[in-house]
Nanobody
Framework: VQLQASGGGFVKTGESLTLSCAAS????????IGWFRQAPGTDREFVAV????????HYADSVKGRFTISRDNAKNTAYLQMDSLKPEDSAVYYC???????????????????WGQGTLVTVSS
């Protein structure tokens, strides 16, 4: 599956932003979709993941309660709704896809084989 992330931008602290991850190619519904982010000089870190049907999701502690991952398999698109944004949320955000993900590995970027290009999110203080 080919993935393309979009929706990044420049916002102020406390504002919201929604990222989209559009898929093409193989059946989107076969893939778990994860969101990761990478700030300058840091490793790529897990943000959230959603199951194939959308029934289950998991979040990094740093975004739990503020971010919501969702998907619309009919539109071949996943979303990351980001509320109450903080300056420390500033990063390049990536979406990633993988057919088989287990709880013990879902937070590790190396376990995802399909990646979109990143979209930059900047949150000013």
């Amino acid at each position: 599956v080919q993935l393309q992330a979009s929706g990044g931008g420049f916002v102020k602290t406390g504002e919201s932003l929604t990222l989209s991850c559009a898929a093409s190619g193989r059946r989107f519904s076969m893939y778990y979709i994860g969101w990761f982010r990478q700030a300058p000089g840091t490793d790529r870190e897990f943000v959230a993941v959603i199951s194939r049907s959308g029934a289950n999701s998991h979040y990094a502690d740093s975004v739990k309660g503020r971010f919501t991952i969702s998907r619309d398999n009919a539109k071949n698109t996943a979303y990351l709704q980001m509320d109450s944004l903080k300056p420390e949320d500033s990063a390049v955000y990536y979406c990633a896809g993988e057919i088989d993900i287990v709880l013990s590995t879902m937070r590790f970027p190396n376990n995802y084989h399909s990646w979109g290009q990143g979209t930059l999110v900047t949150v000013s203080s």
